[in-house]
């Protein structure tokens, strides 16, 4: 199905900025592909400037992505306020990559032609990835559980290095816990962690095996990353 998103005259006062090709034939292409296909653009702008769009990202740096969608290749300014999803990204759209697919909300710019900035910024094929790790993460954690050979350590972080870190426990007892190469490293969501994103005073699990307050680590959970606010 093609749908054809007509802007009424008095988008143009909104958009100083575009070319006048851009407001003359301003129109949106859509098909009935899902957003995690990759296949559906959409660029609809209201009356007050408001925009809604979808399509795939051409770079990435920090505070901007660009995207192409309908008209051409699209600069959106993402601020700190501007809010992006999914929450696993930590609000960091340099977690996203070229050819994702995404879907911006925001205010034309009207002192530059082509660009938007954003309220808000989703990644649906990130999403899906991250999905998909998680669906796998927490199979794995499961099936280690289960054999029963691993205990659960729960406490706070210190003495954090590249490979170990200090477990103290409510009751005040302290661990060290080792992190060889391999063990599954997880944040609160079961997404894969670098080791060095774990701070000290982070809440943390430690699935492992106990010997002389020793703890190797078969799989470690930062329940602090990403915060409750994310």
């Known amino acids: 199905m ?49 925009v809604l769009m979808r399509g795939t990202i051409a770079s990435v740096s920090s505070g901007i992505i660009t995207v192409n969608s309908w008209g051409g290749v699209w600069t959106v300014n993402v601020s700190s306020s501007a809010k992006v ?19 911006v909300q925001g205010t034309v710019s009207t002192s530059a032609n082509f660009t938007i900035d954003a309220s808000l910024v989703r990644d649906w094929t990130y999403r899906q990835a991250m999905n998909q790790e998680r669906r796998q993460n927490v199979q794995s954690a499961s099936q280690t559980i289960k054999s029963g050979t691993p205990k659960n350590y729960a ?27 391999g063990t599954e ?23 492992g095996i106990n010997s002389s307050s020793t703890i190797a680590g078969q799989i470690v959970r930062d329940i602090s990353i990403p915060s409750k606010s994310h």
């Open 85 to 103: 999803l999914p929450a696993a990204a930590n609000n960091d759209i340099t977690q996203f990559k070229t050819g994702d697919f995404v879907g």
């Open 185 to 207: 490293v997880v944040n609160r969501n079961w997404i894969n962690l670098p080791i060095a994103n774990i701070q000290n005073g982070d809440q943390v699990h430690a699935w």
């Open 155 to 181: 406490g706070t972080v210190s003495n954090i290095s590249d490979s170990s870190f200090t477990l103290t426990n409510k009751k005040g007892t302290a661990f060290t816990v080792d992190v060889p190469t």
């Open 2 to 50: 093609i749908k054809k998103i007509i802007t009424g005259l008095g988008i143009i006062s909104a958009i100083a900025g575009l070319s006048a090709a851009v407001l003359t034939n301003a129109q949106t292409t859509e098909t009935t592909a899902t957003p995690s296909s990759g296949e559906h653009s959409i660029l609809n702008v209201g009356p007050q400037g408001r």
